[in-house]
């Protein structure tokens, strides 16, 4: 027991190091965003709170630290979340390279929210606007090599499930044009499939429009739920589906771009 309490002690004093970066061209950096699936609300275990040599995010203070969950901060419920195995799966495919990333989620945004301006009371925060500062702080040290999204759940009602797919469409354009890279790949995750769960109306629109929207635009991508589990809350996935989502997510981001 008292060296399990020194390990992880020990673990916690390496994570609030800020970490020594490697040159700008060997710094890829992959933007976190969407809503609480993307943040994470999974039990946090001993692996999750091992970091990885060359995997690094950006705290909630603007330092680049190693990597370990929580790493979002949206809401005092956080937890594992699918970005750290993301980053472990891609980094094992390059060697050569640490990857960097920015934790911009926040928990039961709507799509609304994430554009410039908007502030969202449950957590007190402007999704956007807090995203522009994160992407400003981090540009100076890396590249911008991913965007990740996972969200939907809060636009599947009936006045606002018809709306999204041209909001999901403006808002690809925006993080690009945030980001400085007109064509970055952007990959958006399935809402919870579980069997237990009957899907509305509502989230067969939402579906939709993320599974349609590789044919609709340019170098984006969508990740299947399909077979995960929820936490038992039928909404969150449980610690292992989210490493399974990150795995899935970094499969597809390296078949995007062909390593």
């Given at each position: 027991?008292r060296s399990l309490f020194t390990f992880l002690c020990l673990v916690s004093f390496l994570t609030a190091?800020?970490?020594?970066?490697?040159?700008?061209?060997?710094?890829?950096?992959?933007?976190?965003?969407?809503?609480?699936?993307?943040?994470?609300?999974?039990?946090?275990?001993?692996?999750?709170?091992?970091?990885?040599?060359?995997?690094?995010?950006?705290?909630?203070?603007?330092?680049?630290?190693?990597?370990?969950?929580?790493?979002?901060?949206?809401?005092?419920?956080?937890?594992?979340?699918?970005?750290?195995?993301?980053?472990?799966?891609?980094?094992?495919?390059?060697?050569?390279?640490?990857?960097?990333?920015?934790?911009?989620?926040?928990?039961?945004?709507?799509?609304?929210?994430?554009?410039?301006?908007?502030?969202?009371?449950?957590?007190?925060?402007?999704?956007?606007?807090?995203?522009?500062?994160?992407?400003?702080?981090?540009?100076?040290?890396?590249?911008?090599?991913?965007?990740?999204?996972?969200?939907?759940?809060?636009?599947?009602?009936?006045?606002?499930?018809?709306?999204?797919?041209?909001?999901?469409?403006?808002?690809?354009?925006?993080?690009?044009?945030?980001?400085?890279?007109?064509?970055?790949?952007?990959?958006?995750?399935?809402?919870?499939?579980?069997?237990?769960?009957?899907?509305?109306?509502?989230?067969?629109?939402?579906?939709?429009?993320?599974?349609?929207?590789?044919?609709?635009?340019?170098?984006?991508?969508?990740?299947?739920?399909?077979?995960?589990?929820?936490?038992?809350?039928?909404?969150?996935?449980?610690?292992?589906?989210?490493?399974?989502?990150?795995?899935?997510?970094?499969?597809?981001?390296?078949?995007?771009?062909?390593?």
């Open positions: 027991m190091q800020e970490a020594k970066l490697p040159p700008k061209e060997q710094f890829h950096l992959f933007l976190l965003v969407g809503q609480s699936n993307m943040a994470g609300r999974g039990g946090v275990e001993g692996q999750d709170k091992t970091p990885h040599p060359r995997v690094l995010m950006l705290s909630k203070d603007g330092q680049w630290v190693p990597a370990v969950d929580p790493m979002h901060f949206d809401k005092p419920s956080v937890g594992v979340g699918l970005g750290k195995t993301f980053a472990q799966v891609v980094a094992e495919a390059k060697p050569g390279v640490t990857i960097g990333l920015i934790p911009c989620a926040v928990g039961g945004s709507p799509i609304d929210s994430w554009q410039p301006g908007v502030f969202y009371p449950p957590t007190k925060s402007y999704p956007w606007d807090d995203t522009v500062k994160r992407v400003a702080l981090s540009l100076p040290a890396g590249t911008i090599k991913g965007i990740l999204w996972h969200q939907g759940e809060s636009d599947c009602k009936p006045e606002l499930a018809s709306a999204y797919a041209p909001k999901l469409h403006d808002l690809v354009k925006r993080l690009r044009e945030l980001v400085k890279a007109p064509e970055v790949p952007f990959i958006a995750g399935q809402m919870g499939k579980f069997d237990d769960v009957p899907w509305s109306p509502e989230i067969v629109t939402v579906d939709k429009a993320h599974q349609e929207l590789p044919k609709q635009v340019s170098n984006t991508a969508f990740v299947t739920a399909e077979g995960l589990k929820h936490k038992g809350d039928k909404i969150h996935f449980d610690a292992a589906s989210y490493r399974e989502l990150g795995k899935r997510y970094a499969e597809t981001f390296l078949k995007m771009t062909g390593k």
